[in-house]
T-cell receptor, first 116, second 113 residues
């Protein structure tokens, strides 16, 4: 059973470009979370999605950032017009979240975004 | 919303000594408390977790305690080894409808040989 997959692992963008980060959850998981980790800091929640639905986007900046989790395919975190402050590691995590189970989250390897 | 505070931010111990990391949370509805270990450049990995209906849980050299009344929980690592050196994060979440996890800011543990 493959774990959570993220690609690309490293992404370099110039200021003003767009960044697209992809996350494929573990098989059977239908819930995805995106977190941002600035250098030497903790994980900050950005958005929680289920298939075709955004459940909680309270941690995501209102402008330039968007996320989706379509019926088919990976979840995508999109950052438009990137700025240097967007440079960070972006982790996604997935869970199956059955009613009887606690939401243990399994993390992907992360995408390290560098904005030049 | 939930607020999780973690202390200390850095911790240095001699090999073989014990290490204790403490976290407090604010939302009394939180009922799931995982601990993650993150090595440099790698993903966070779950090392132990505790549910709110349990006060203590052990797994070999690692133990976690939970005090629901005081809203704090702690990670205890005994007989530390150099490979325990990493950043450790605590988190708190509410099980209902798969709520997001709120993480502490992390503790950088260094075990000196």
């Amino acid at each position: 059973n493959a774990g959570v997959m993220q690609n690309p692992r490293h992404l370099v963008r110039r200021r003003g470009q767009e960044a697209r980060l992809r996350c494929s959850p573990m098989k059977g998981h239908s819930h995805v979370y995106w977190y941002r980790q600035l250098p030497e800091e903790g994980l900050k929640f950005m958005v929680y999605l289920q298939k075709e639905n955004i459940i909680d986007e309270s941690g995501m900046p209102k402008e330039r950032f968007s996320a989706e989790f379509p019926k088919e395919g990976p979840s995508i975190l999109r950052i438009q017009q990137v700025v240097r402050g967007d440079s960070a590691a972006y982790f996604c995590a997935s869970t199956d979240n059955r009613v009887i189970s606690y939401n243990e989250q399994f993390f992907g390897p992360g995408t390290r975004l560098t904005v030049l | 919303g939930e607020n999780v505070e973690q202390h200390p931010s850095t911790l240095s111990v001699q090999e073989g000594d014990s290490a204790v990391i403490k976290c407090t949370y604010s939302d009394s509805a939180s009922n799931y408390f995982p601990w993650y270990k993150q090595e440099l450049g790698k993903r966070p990995q779950l090392i132990i977790d505790i549910r709110s209906n349990v006060g203590e849980k052990k797994d070999q050299r690692i133990a976690v305690t939970l005090n629901k009344t005081a809203k704090h929980f702690s990670l205890h690592i005994t007989e530390t080894q150099p490979e325990d050196s990493a950043v450790y994060f605590c988190a708190a979440s509410i099980n209902t409808n798969a709520g997001k996890s709120t993480f502490g800011d992390g503790t950088t543990l260094t075990v000196k040989p």
